[in-house]
């Protein structure tokens, strides 16, 4: 579905999944060593009967966020 950058990333993606009412999980994107310190990229997987309402939901947010950004000012 999504590939989320870090953990918190992934855990925003599957909140607003959540509200609109898609089960969601995450899994690693790549082979992670347990023992490193860094913050991997995860997978926001959905059903896949689930996917046209995931998209829709992850791009109004998309939009959402570029209506709020504020220009700097010149």
């Given at each position: 579905m999504?590939?989320?950058?870090?953990v918190?990333?992934?855990?925003?993606?599957?909140?607003?999944l959540?509200?609109?009412?898609?089960?969601?999980h995450?899994?690693?994107?790549?082979?992670?060593?347990?023992?490193?310190?860094d913050?991997?990229?995860?997978k926001?997987?959905?059903?896949?009967?689930?996917v046209?309402?995931?998209?829709?939901?992850i791009?109004?947010?998309?939009?959402?966020?570029?209506?709020?950004?504020?220009?700097?000012a010149?």
């Amino acid at each position: 579905m999504a590939v989320a950058g870090d953990v918190t990333e992934a855990e925003v993606l599957q909140e607003l999944l959540t509200a609109a009412g898609v089960e969601s999980h995450l899994e690693p994107a790549v082979e992670h060593d347990p023992q490193a310190l860094d913050d991997p990229p995860l997978k926001v997987l959905v059903p896949e009967t689930s996917v046209e309402l995931a998209r829709d939901a992850i791009e109004a947010l998309s939009e959402s966020e570029e209506e709020n950004e504020v220009e700097p000012a010149p």
